[in-house]
């Protein structure tokens, strides 16, 4: 998850990055405060699903700023006017422990579990998104539909189907995976631009 003073800097980096690419919509800092919290959550969960199963597939991740990540993040921002951001400012690289799980000896992660840890983090933020959705359709309220947007866009985001994205790895351990988890993702943005 987030463990010593350079995960949390690394991470809070990010959170800052992806909350004022998506704050551009409207400058105001209580507008910012809100993406920020959104994100801060979002992208916690996102981390620690990629943690707690790296840990039960005997593995460990480590996080680090991507600056062409950042670039990306904020251009996408400001190009989409903060509606389609590409958030990837940070990446997440996985390895396996001297001894992985029921104590066997591991030599390296297989396609298997680097697609099952790579592809938590997404799917978490797809479920977080879908369920806001709904909870939107039913209350109107603009920052529920936020917080569909950001966890879609982090989703999506994280599946781009070449290394050192998420995608890279779910595709190469289950395309079927990874073409649900997209086409989830990408009806989910219709629907909220059909609903806003």
Not at 38 to 65: C, R
Not at 72 to 96: D, E, N, S, W
Not at 161 to 176: A, E, K, Y
Request: proline share 3%; aromatic share 10%; glycine share 10%.
């Amino acid at each position: 998850m987030i463990s010593g003073k350079e995960d949390l800097r690394n991470f809070l980096i990010s959170v800052v990055v992806i909350s004022g690419a998506f704050a551009i919509q409207d400058i105001r800092p209580g507008f910012f405060l809100l993406c920020f919290t959104i994100v801060f959550f979002s992208y916690l969960l996102h981390h620690i699903a990629h943690h707690s199963l790296s840990h039960t597939e005997g593995m460990q991740t480590k996080s680090e700023i991507y600056g062409i990540g950042i670039v990306l993040t904020l251009v996408t921002g400001i190009l989409t006017q903060g509606f389609a951001v590409l958030a990837v400012p940070l990446l997440t690289h996985i390895r396996g422990t001297e001894t992985g799980r029921w104590l066997r000896k591991t030599e390296g992660a297989n396609d298997r579990e680097l697609g099952l840890i790579s592809t938590s983090g997404p799917l978490i933020n797809l479920a977080v998104a879908t369920a806001f959705l709904g909870i939107y359709s039913l209350t109107g309220t603009y920052a529920v539909w936020m917080v569909s947007l950001i966890n879609f866009w982090l989703g999506l985001s994280n599946l781009l189907p070449v290394h050192p994205f998420d995608g890279g790895n779910t595709v190469l351990w289950d395309s079927w995976m990874w073409l649900l988890a997209v086409v989830t993702g990408i009806t989910g943005l219709v629907g909220l631009a059909v609903l806003l």
